[in-house]
């Protein structure tokens, strides 16, 4: 029997779409007792992020800049909360076609910049029990 190969490494990041990144980042500070280490815009993506650290894990949280963006959408079908979960993966290209060959659907046929200095793309939740899924790799 062939071994099975590691293909990702570990659960990246959660993230969470939140009206306002000011009150999402306030309660998350509460909830964890330390603030933010990184907020950024993604303007491609039409998102302000801010991330927060515990050990290994991360929380993103992601605000709508523009109506018609994903989160502004997301938010107005389903109300805040849990958007996607990351995986990390050290070659975000293979992934994408092992994954499409297996009959995954990929959103993104090829990475995209992403927050926090990734590589990233999307798996369609039609094809992952309703589930958004986003692979990620350093752009470094």
């Known amino acids: 029997m062939k071994p099975q190969q590691k293909r990702m490494n570990k ?5 969470i779409a939140v009206k306002s990144l000011d009150a999402g980042n306030a309660l998350y500070e509460k909830l964890f007792g330390i603030p933010p280490y990184k907020i950024e815009t993604v303007a491609s993506e039409g998102v302000n992020t801010s991330f927060f650290k515990m050990g ?15 989160i502004a959408r997301f938010i107005e079908k389903r109300g805040e909360g849990v958007h996607h979960i990351a995986y990390a993966v050290t070659d975000i290209k293979a ?46």
């Open 11 to 15: 659960v990246e990041h959660i993230g």
């Open 56 to 70: 290994d894990s991360k929380i993103e949280l992601l605000e709508a800049t523009n109506p018609d963006s994903a």
């Open 95 to 140: 992934e994408l076609k092992r994954l499409k060959a297996e009959g995954f659907e990929v959103i993104n046929e090829e990475p995209k910049a992403g927050a926090d200095n990734k590589w990233v793309a999307f798996l369609h939740p039609k094809s992952t029990k309703g589930v958004l899924i986003e692979l990620c790799q350093d752009r470094d």
